[in-house]
């Protein structure tokens, strides 16, 4: 759907975070037959919708939110509204048509785009991705579930897109390269069961890719994408991999893999994953060789992914709020196990299994004070109850859980947010989550 299909129908836009406003403010200009604004409950500390927001759109909550819609032709979600919301089944029952902005921008916008998507590792190789195209002579801009909503994109020649399952949902274009990095269970709640969420996240790659560029060292990733699909593996012998030290296209060494500074394995796919989107893109990577490896030598770790935070207490406070399933709060607690440590866990409750994180724990007798913050705080600290070494506690939300976790650390040790749950519910997104833990520092440090 385009946005000028919105023309004299009855839209609401749900959701009052970035998407939500990005969304109002592109689809007003269309001249609508009516606009309005949606939210099923109030979000903790949201954006207030005042001023220009609420004249184009006015903001209903709760059941006035729920009778509006009755009288609605399309509805425009935000990311984190569930498929299986009760709503948003009683809107398509009556023949309503579900949409997201992602999937409004994509329809004018595909061909000049490199979407990302993935259960794990999808900011990193986007971002590694534009920072690539860039060095190669293609200016980009970079946006979506990172950075800057689809619809609030500027004009551009090439597009570089971060791509949640949310957003993926709704596709009915996809990218000229879709690439994806990873899949586990995750967002259950969302998509309203296992399979239909890897539906979700695969629909990136099923309306017209020309070339769909796949981690080949994921096993479940393999399994589950259609044989018919212009398939371009990452990760394997004959594409780009890694192997005695060196990142490779086949057998032709590009440059040593201790350039990229992100540790462990995961990065090391995620790269070659990224080295294959740009490929895939039109881009010659061997003739651009030392150009790809200054950007990859000169690429920074993202903020909100495991990004150190300095404070007078001698406390070293890390923002890995980019956390959203419990296999990225592994790779973080074990980055700082073996200093004395703090985790602060829980999100929007989305039904994933804390399992995993239990077993890293046991396996590897990780001693940590745990503290839980709502939603899905209480429930994590249950699946990880008994663990020798493992001290728990409960926040009523997270500036208390930074205070908590001051009272709590020991001189020297690392107090880390890795909440291996998404940040909807409380939060507008995960950079207001980050934003409120960062506040919450400063706040509670030593002369506040």
């Not at 916008?109 to 060095?135: C, D, F, N, P």
């Not at 259609?226 to 593996?233: M, N, R, S, T």
Request: glycine share 8%; charged share 20%; net charge negative.
């Amino acid at each position: 759907m385009h946005l000028q299909e919105l023309t004299g129908r009855r839209v609401a836009v749900w959701g009052t975070g970035r998407e939500g406003i990005a969304a109002a403010e592109a689809i007003h200009p269309h001249r609508p037959g009516r606009l309005i604004a949606v939210q099923d409950k109030t979000t903790v500390l949201a954006t207030e919708w005042t001023g220009r927001r609420a004249a184009i759109a006015p903001l209903f909550t709760g059941e006035d939110a729920h009778r509006e819609l009755q009288s609605i032709d399309v509805i425009v979600r935000s990311p984190g509204i569930a498929q299986v919301h009760p709503w948003i089944v009683e809107h398509r029952a009556r023949g309503g048509i579900v949409t997201g902005g992602t999937s409004l921008w994509m329809a004018d916008h595909a061909s000049r785009t490199i979407g990302v998507t993935g259960s794990k590792g999808k900011s990193t190789t986007t971002t590694l991705i534009h920072q690539l195209v860039e060095a190669a002579g293609r200016p980009s801009t970079l946006g979506g579930n990172i950075g800057i909503a689809a619809l609030s994109l500027p004009e551009s020649d090439h597009y570089v897109l971060e791509l949640s399952a949310y957003q993926c949902a709704d596709l009915d274009d996809s990218p000229r390269v879709a690439a994806l990095t990873s899949l586990f269970p995750e967002h259950l709640d969302w998509a309203g069961s296992e399979e239909r969420y890897y539906r979700d996240k695969l629909n990136i790659a099923m309306h017209g890719a020309e070339a769909v560029v796949y981690n080949a060292d994921d096993p479940r990733l393999v399994a589950m994408l259609p044989a018919d699909l212009p398939l371009v593996p990452a990760n394997s012998p004959e594409s780009f991999h890694v192997a005695d030290g060196w990142v490779l296209r086949a057998g032709e060494r590009l440059f040593e893999r201790s350039r990229f500074k992100p540790v462990g394995r995961h990065n090391a796919a995620d790269l070659c994953v990224a080295l294959a989107a740009v490929e895939a893109s039109g881009i010659d990577v061997l003739a651009h060789r030392d150009a790809l490896a200054e950007a990859v030598a000169a690429y920074e770790p993202l903020g909100q992914r495991l990004t150190p935070i300095s404070d007078p207490s001698g406390l070293t406070f890390v923002d890995d709020s980019l956390s959203t399933i419990p296999q990225s709060a592994i790779y973080a607690i074990e980055a700082y196990a073996d200093r004395p440590l703090t985790v602060i866990l829980g999100g929007e409750n989305r039904g994933v299994d804390y399992a995993p994180l239990r077993a890293f724990f046991e396996e590897n007798k990780v001693e940590a004070t745990l503290i839980g913050i709502p939603d899905s705080g209480e429930f994590i600290l249950g699946t990880l109850k008994g663990l020798p070494g493992v001290h728990t506690l409960l926040a009523e939300d997270l500036p208390e859980a930074v205070r908590l976790s001051r009272e709590h650390t020991p001189a020297g040790g690392v107090v880390l947010l890795s909440p291996a749950a998404p940040s909807y519910g409380r939060f507008d997104n995960w950079l207001h989550r980050s934003r409120v833990f960062l506040e919450a520092i400063a706040a509670t440090a030593p002369g506040a």
